[in-house]
């Protein structure tokens, strides 16, 4: 079945960077275009960032200029790397697949970014 195992979360000081990992299973990667979201307390999960099976990239506005992503298809992984991180985006991150998503979510990795 379709599987996502995010990691790489942690407490950040603001103006800091985080590395995030996902490792997905249960589906062809290579071709899948992939996705990373978030969802802060009390909000709903936001689109953050996505890259497509071809490389090519695209960001949501908050992420644009500070945020990366990209791919390894040998490991079926995907990264997000996000710098100048601020306190607003403490949140839960997850992966998925590019929107639309699939119904099956893993359990996120958690990022603090402390003042």
């Known amino acids: 079945q379709v599987r996502f195992v995010e990691s790489g979360g942690g407490v950040v000081q603001a103006g800091g960077s985080r590395r995030l990992s996902c490792e997905a299973s249960?589906?062809?990667?290579?071709?899948?275009?992939m996705a990373w979201y978030r969802q802060a307390p009390g909000k709903e999960r936001e689109f953050v960032a996505r890259?497509?099976?071809?490389?090519?990239?695209n960001f949501a506005d908050a992420g644009k200029g500070r945020f990366t992503i990209d791919r390894d298809n040998t490991r079926n992984e995907v990264y997000l790397e996000m710098n100048s991180l601020k306190p607003e985006e403490t949140a839960t991150y997850y992966c998925?697949?590019?929107?639309?998503?699939?119904?099956?979510w893993g359990q996120g990795t958690q990022v603090t970014v402390s003042t």
């Open positions: 249960g589906i062809t990667f290579s071709s899948m275009h």
């Open positions: 998925n697949r590019a929107p639309p998503p699939y119904p099956y």
């Open positions: 890259i497509n099976s071809s490389g090519s990239t």
